[in-house]
């Protein structure tokens, strides 16, 4: 099993900043990727950025310049979130890709992007 807890979020003016950190624990092996999701009301969850085990990196086109993705150690990555736009609003899960065992999610954390 896979533990996930995501933090970091919060209310924050349009065109601020906002770093997100998800710490895992548990069966922390074969993992394929790491990521984040986020999902605003009325809409499915979308993919925002992930990270493979070797380091690359994948952005949805409406983050790219703006988000970037970490990997801090094998329990830890971050998402730093520039120039936020209220389009950002959401709810933000982590997740990590298991080979054999799919995928584990975070319980999530609210970005709101508002003046």
């Known amino acids: 099993q896979v533990q996930l807890v995501e933090s970091g979020g919060g209310l924050v003016q349009p065109g601020g900043s906002l770093r997100l950190s998800c710490v895992g624990s548990?069966?922390?092996?074969?993992?394929?990727?790491r990521g984040w999701y986020r999902q605003a009301p009325g809409k499915q969850r979308e993919l925002v950025a992930t990270?493979?085990?070797?380091?690359?990196t994948n952005y949805a086109d409406s983050v790219k310049g703006r988000f970037t993705i970490s990997k801090e150690d094998n329990a830890m990555w971050l998402l730093q979130m520039n120039n936020l736009k209220p389009e950002d609003t959401a709810v933000y899960y982590c997740?990590?890709?298991?080979?054999?065992?799919?995928?584990?999610w975070g319980q999530g954390t609210q970005v709101t992007v508002s003046s």
């Open positions: 997740n990590v890709l298991k080979s054999g065992r799919g995928m584990y």
């Open positions: 548990g069966s922390l092996f074969n993992i394929i990727s």
């Open positions: 990270i493979s085990s070797g380091g690359n």
